[in-house]
Protein backbone atom coordinates (compact mmCIF):
# COMPACT_ATOMS: atom_id res chain seq x y z
CA UNK A 1 0.00 0.00 0.00
CA UNK A 2 0.93 3.53 -0.43
CA UNK A 3 0.46 6.19 2.17
CA UNK A 4 0.40 9.80 1.08
CA UNK A 5 3.25 11.52 3.53
CA UNK A 6 4.89 14.01 2.24
CA UNK A 7 2.78 16.63 0.37
CA UNK A 8 -1.17 16.91 -1.44
CA UNK A 9 1.13 17.47 -4.79
CA UNK A 10 2.17 13.69 -4.56
CA UNK A 11 -1.61 12.83 -5.08
CA UNK A 12 -2.02 14.11 -8.34
CA UNK A 13 1.48 11.81 -10.11
CA UNK A 14 0.09 8.93 -7.50
CA UNK A 15 -3.45 8.56 -9.48
CA UNK A 16 -1.94 10.15 -12.82
CA UNK A 17 -0.47 6.49 -14.02
CA UNK A 18 -1.25 5.89 -17.65
CA UNK A 19 -4.12 3.32 -18.14
CA UNK A 20 -3.57 2.00 -14.17
CA UNK A 21 -6.41 1.87 -11.90
CA UNK A 22 -5.81 3.50 -8.34
CA UNK A 23 -8.00 2.87 -5.71
CA UNK A 24 -7.77 5.48 -2.94
CA UNK A 25 -8.87 4.91 0.59
CA UNK A 26 -9.76 8.57 2.47
CA UNK A 27 -9.31 7.19 6.03
CA UNK A 28 -8.91 8.87 9.71
CA UNK A 29 -6.69 6.74 12.36
CA UNK A 30 -9.77 7.22 15.13
CA UNK A 31 -12.27 5.93 12.87
CA UNK A 32 -13.09 2.18 13.91
CA UNK A 33 -14.81 1.19 10.27
CA UNK A 34 -11.23 3.21 8.89
CA UNK A 35 -9.57 0.06 10.48
CA UNK A 36 -11.82 -2.77 9.39
CA UNK A 37 -11.28 -1.32 5.47
CA UNK A 38 -7.20 -1.35 6.15
CA UNK A 39 -7.89 -4.70 7.24
CA UNK A 40 -9.46 -5.51 3.60
CA UNK A 41 -7.47 -3.47 1.50
CA UNK A 42 -4.48 -5.80 3.11
CA UNK A 43 -6.26 -8.91 2.04
CA UNK A 44 -7.19 -8.04 -1.13
CA UNK A 45 -3.92 -6.16 -2.57
CA UNK A 46 -2.10 -9.59 -3.51
CA UNK A 47 -5.70 -10.11 -4.81
CA UNK A 48 -5.57 -7.25 -6.95
CA UNK A 49 -1.82 -7.43 -8.02
CA UNK A 50 -1.11 -5.47 -11.48
CA UNK A 51 -4.82 -4.46 -11.18
CA UNK A 52 -4.83 -1.45 -9.25
CA UNK A 53 -2.62 0.38 -6.92
CA UNK A 54 -3.65 1.23 -3.30
CA UNK A 55 -3.38 4.76 -2.02
CA UNK A 56 -4.50 6.05 1.59
CA UNK A 57 -5.18 9.44 2.73
CA UNK A 58 -5.32 10.47 6.02
CA UNK A 59 -7.72 13.21 6.20
CA UNK A 60 -6.32 14.93 9.26
CA UNK A 61 -2.70 15.04 7.78
CA UNK A 62 -4.18 16.06 4.30
CA UNK A 63 -7.21 19.06 5.39
CA UNK A 64 -7.27 20.18 2.12
CA UNK A 65 -9.00 17.14 0.43
CA UNK A 66 -11.97 16.93 2.79
CA UNK A 67 -13.34 19.67 0.61
CA UNK A 68 -11.80 19.07 -2.57
CA UNK A 69 -13.83 16.02 -2.47
CA UNK A 70 -16.32 16.38 -0.63
CA UNK A 71 -15.61 14.42 3.13
CA UNK A 72 -17.94 14.55 4.90
CA UNK A 73 -17.49 11.52 6.14
CA UNK A 74 -14.67 8.32 6.34
CA UNK A 75 -13.77 5.99 5.35
CA UNK A 76 -14.59 6.66 1.18
CA UNK A 77 -13.27 5.12 -1.15
CA UNK A 78 -12.33 6.29 -5.14
CA UNK A 79 -11.32 4.38 -7.97
CA UNK A 80 -9.06 6.61 -10.68
CA UNK A 81 -8.53 5.26 -13.58
CA UNK A 82 -6.04 7.28 -16.00
CA UNK A 83 -6.19 9.95 -12.86
CA UNK A 84 -10.14 10.40 -13.67
CA UNK A 85 -12.51 9.85 -11.13
CA UNK A 86 -14.75 6.36 -12.07
CA UNK A 87 -16.18 5.69 -8.61
CA UNK A 88 -16.81 6.18 -5.28
CA UNK A 89 -18.61 5.22 -1.86
CA UNK A 90 -19.02 6.12 0.81
CA UNK A 91 -17.88 3.33 3.34
CA UNK A 92 -16.79 -0.01 2.03
CA UNK A 93 -17.61 -3.20 0.25
CA UNK A 94 -16.50 -6.87 1.28
CA UNK A 95 -13.04 -7.79 0.18
CA UNK A 96 -15.26 -9.63 -2.77
CA UNK A 97 -16.96 -7.28 -3.93
CA UNK A 98 -14.32 -4.66 -3.79
CA UNK A 99 -12.44 -7.00 -5.76
CA UNK A 100 -15.15 -7.70 -8.40
CA UNK A 101 -15.81 -3.63 -7.98
CA UNK A 102 -12.19 -2.75 -8.98
CA UNK A 103 -12.39 -6.04 -12.01
CA UNK A 104 -15.22 -4.26 -13.77
CA UNK A 105 -13.01 -1.31 -14.76
CA UNK A 106 -9.98 -3.01 -15.94
Not at 50 to 67: C, E, H, M, T, W
Not at 76 to 95: A, C, D, P, T
Request: with cysteine; glycine share 4%.
Amino acid sequence: MIHILTNENDFETLIAPKSALVLVDFYAVWCEPCKWLDQILTAIEPKIGNLAGIVKVDINKFPAFQSSFVLQSVPVLMLFKKGQLVWRINGFLSEDELIKKIQSYV
